[in-house]
């Protein structure tokens, strides 16, 4: 399969929040996974006799119906935007690169990416913004129409981190999948990704529409989560659960919201049937560390936190968070020793060489900022990213001269 990686298509960074975690870590065998085969459904229970953790709910929030959200819906006006070629029979590549070229054309893509917005496809054609699930969307939605055999995507190992509200986030990452026609077998699948960072080789999976709904669902319980809306968070992770049980995500953040609250076991059970859909899932055992630690068992969770420990140090992304939070709190000399660690792990993510600069220009490194500028204008994929990354370098270049020009003693 191929990925569609024309320079003016491709559009803001794709990452979408799916695990409220702190920490990351790897599989290790402190848990016997085969004796929690079913889904632990008494944590999902409305019945205090059945789940403890019901009482801490507001009643009054909880018991409420959670709407699904038309992830798909389409408009008259946006089913009449699907241009003509998309539409023909011809190659798939041209009919793909059509749509891209249509939506490019009018604007999206460039500059539109905000994280903690999951539009459904209406929405995204709408305001031109979202997150990738948004983009991923409303190109699914379009290519559909257009006659087009378009999917979700989970794609498996592009995981970072990001730091929001103070708390780091581990995220995860969806594009399309577009499949070759059974009378075409000599074409390819395939992938139109929207990110700002060009994808290494990754383990991908079709995912249904129902588990995309449920990814929705739990972008909106991890935005109650984040801001202490613990019951409404309760409502929408309970609702994706029950759309998507085999997320080892979903159960995972089920756990975070039952450590909130204080419930121990409840965490320990959903982290623990997170491992049992995927033994190796890092953030999974980083909840069970959490677990471990808060019960008093300092063994168990001291082999986890040597774990831990070691894959923090080789992820580069968990650098970058920690830059990130160091810079919100501006401590930039902090910042800049997280940044090179960062680098030095992946030196190909715009992102991190704009925040590098970022830090530089904080400190008065005129010219190591427009180094790292240079860098992440030389690395970005988006034509909106060379506009601006001009006009800053330049900026920064002439207030540099302007200030070494000075007479001694000039403030």
Not at 31 to 42: G, I, Q, R, S, Y
Not at 151 to 158: E, I, L, P, S, T
Not at 172 to 186: D, E, G, W
Not at 313 to 324: E, G, R, T
Request: proline share 3%; glycine share 4%; with cysteine.
């Amino acid at each position: 399969m191929r990925s569609v990686q024309r320079t003016k298509h491709r559009g803001a960074r794709a990452t979408f929040i799916l695990v409220l975690m702190s920490l990351l870590c790897s599989c290790v065998n402190l848990v016997n996974t085969k004796t929690e085969v079913e889904p632990p459904l008494e944590l999902l229970s409305l019945d205090p006799e059945i789940n403890r953790s019901v009482p801490k709910f507001n009643s009054d929030v909880i018991f409420r119906t959670v709407v699904h959200p038309d992830v798909l819906g389409l408009t008259t006006g946006m089913a009449s935007f699907i241009p003509l070629d998309a539409k023909q029979d011809q190659t798939l590549r041209r009919r793909v690169d059509a749509l891209i070229d249509a939506l490019s054309g009018e604007g999206f893509y460039e500059g539109t990416y905000e994280p903690s917005l999951s539009f459904t496809a209406r929405e995204t054609f709408e305001q031109k913004r979202g997150n990738c699930l948004s983009f991923t969307s409303l190109f699914v939605a379009l290519a559909r129409e257009a006659g087009l055999d378009a999917h979700f995507q989970r794609v498996r190992g592009m995981i970072a981190y990001d730091a929001r509200n103070g708390i780091l986030e581990n995220q995860q990452h969806i594009n399309v999948l577009v499949r070759r026609s059974p009378a075409r077998m000599y074409e390819d699948d395939i992938i139109v990704d929207f990110n700002r960072v060009r994808p290494k080789r990754s383990i991908t999976r079709v995912i249904s529409d129902d588990a995309a709904i449920a990814l929705y669902l739990n972008n909106f319980g991890i935005d109650h989560l984040v801001n202490g809306n613990l019951d409404e968070a309760f409502r929408y992770l309970r609702a994706a659960i029950e759309l998507d049980y085999k997320s080892p995500a979903l159960w995972i953040n089920l756990g975070t919201l039952y450590l909130r609250l204080g419930e121990l076991e409840n965490a320990r059970k959903a982290n623990v049937y997170a491992l049992r859909l995927d033994s190796t899932n890092t953030a999974a055992l980083a909840g069970l560390q959490i677990v471990h630690n808060r019960k008093g068992e300092p063994v168990k969770a001291k082999v986890l936190a040597l774990k831990l420990r070691d894959l923090r140090n080789k992820n580069p992304y968990y650098h970058f968070a920690l830059a990130q939070k160091a810079y919100a709190r501006q401590d930039f000399r902090q910042s800049q020793t997280h940044l090179a660690q960062s680098i030095k792990l992946r030196s190909d993510d715009p992102r991190i060489f704009d925040l590098n600069g970022q830090v530089h220009h904080q400190l008065g490194n005129i010219e190591t900022a427009i180094r790292s500028f240079r860098i992440a204008k030389t690395l970005s994929i988006r034509e909106a990213d060379t506009d601006y990354y001009d006009a800053l370098i330049r900026d920064l270049a002439t207030s540099n001269r302007a200030n070494n020009s000075k007479p001694i003693g000039t403030r």
